[in-house]
T-cell receptor, first 113, second 114 residues
Framework: GESVGLHLPTLSVQEGDNSIINCAYSNSASDYFIWYKQESGKGPQFIIDIRSNMDKRQGQRVTVLLNKTVKHLSLQIAATQPGDSAVYFC????????????FGGGTRVLVKP | GAVVSQHPSWVICKSGTSVKIECRSLDFQATTMFWYRQFPKQSLMLMATSNEGSKATYEQGVEKDKFLINHASLTLSTLTVTSAHPEDSSFYICSSSEALYEQYFGPGTRLTVT
């Protein structure tokens, strides 16, 4: 079936550096993508989203890039802080899926002081 | 953003017993609620989608008779794990939605079956 996957399971980054988390998706009909942050023992927290008619969207310290040609999604975190240490998931929703989300496998980000 | 709560936050039960988990949308009316299961170091896996006043739609491989879902009001959905076994131990997360795209997640419930 359709799936969303990630390239890197763990990313170690020095505090203050920028982080880039990548995600590949396979459903070409997906029209909405979201990045979530999940800290240990907690539910996913919305970070940023992007619709398929856009290729870039910026938030506070975060930027999401969407490349529909190669079905690739990335999350960039600027000036990574210790509080950014968590597992990050991408999720996608297809037009025919109602409001159902399909989650990727997750990337753990470890911020080194 | 919207607030979704879950109760309990963690529960330990004996094998063979049933456990009920509540999911509440606190400040909006959730037309749709979703239930996910997450095993350690794994991603969220959708179990079922429930719409207020109708039967839940279960994902392939999820036993509807084992995971009973009730969505009796626009602010409350419950998941009951019946005849729980150790392999049902997991992190159960609900989410609520009032619109086509937004989905707000609860804090999760850690279930341990001994």
């Amino acid at each position: 079936g359709e799936s969303v996957g990630l390239h890197l399971p763990t990313l170690s980054v020095q505090e203050g550096d920028n982080s880039i988390i990548n995600c590949a998706y396979s459903n070409s009909a997906s029209d909405y993508f979201i990045w979530y942050k999940q800290e240990s023992g907690k539910g996913p927290q919305f970070i940023i989203d992007i619709r398929s008619n856009m290729d870039k969207r910026q938030g506070q310290r975060v930027t999401v890039l969407l490349n529909k040609t190669v079905k690739h999604l990335s999350l960039q975190i600027a000036a990574t802080q210790p509080g950014d240490s968590a597992v990050y998931f991408c999720a996608e929703k297809g037009k025919a899926a109602g409001n159902k989300l399909t989650f990727g496998g997750g990337t753990r980000v470890l911020v080194k002081p | 953003g919207a607030v979704v709560s879950q109760h309990p936050s963690w529960v330990i039960c004996k094998s063979g017993t049933s456990v009920k988990i509540e999911c509440r949308s606190l400040d909006f009316q959730a037309t749709t609620m979703f239930w996910y299961r997450q095993f350690p170091k794994q991603s969220l896996m959708l179990m079922a989608t429930s719409n207020e006043g109708s039967k839940a739609t279960y994902e392939q491989g999820v036993e509807k008779d084992k995971f009973l879902i009730n969505h009796a009001s626009l602010t409350l959905s419950t998941l009951t794990v019946t005849s729980a076994h150790p392999e049902d131990s997991s992190f159960y997360i609900c989410s609520s939605s009032e619109a086509l795209y937004e989905q707000y997640f609860g804090p999760g419930t850690r279930l341990t079956v001994t």
